[in-house]
């Protein structure tokens, strides 16, 4: 019998446990962290693809300038500024 009141005890200590975890995840100052974290996730990710975005052009450009003449090539790459944002 020791060994059922030890199992009723780390039950009852488990459940204590999960009650905690659960008054948490409905604190709202939890509900604001988890979010930011969302916000800030989603935020990093677009950040990311621009950024992949922006690589691939570089290498374009880069690959470009190294396969055609001067002219050829600053003809094709001057772009006006405000279309840049």
């Known amino acids: ?6 199992l009723q ?3 009852h200590r488990l ?3 999960i009650g905690d975890f659960e008054e948490m995840l409905n604190n ?3 509900k604001k962290q988890l979010d930011a974290i969302a ?5 990093l990710k677009d950040l990311n693809e621009k ?9 374009a450009i880069t690959y470009l300038e ?3 003449k001067k ?12 279309v840049i944002d």
């Open 9 to 11: 005890q780390r039950v």
């Open 15 to 17: 459940e204590q446990a």
């Open 71 to 82: 002219d050829d090539f600053r003809k094709i790459i001057t772009i006006d500024e405000d």
């Open 66 to 68: 190294e396969h055609l």
């Open 39 to 43: 916000y800030i996730s989603q935020k």
């Open 51 to 59: 950024r992949e975005e922006y690589i691939v052009c570089i290498q």
């Open 28 to 30: 709202e100052e939890v």
């Open 1 to 6: 019998m020791k060994i059922l009141n030890k």
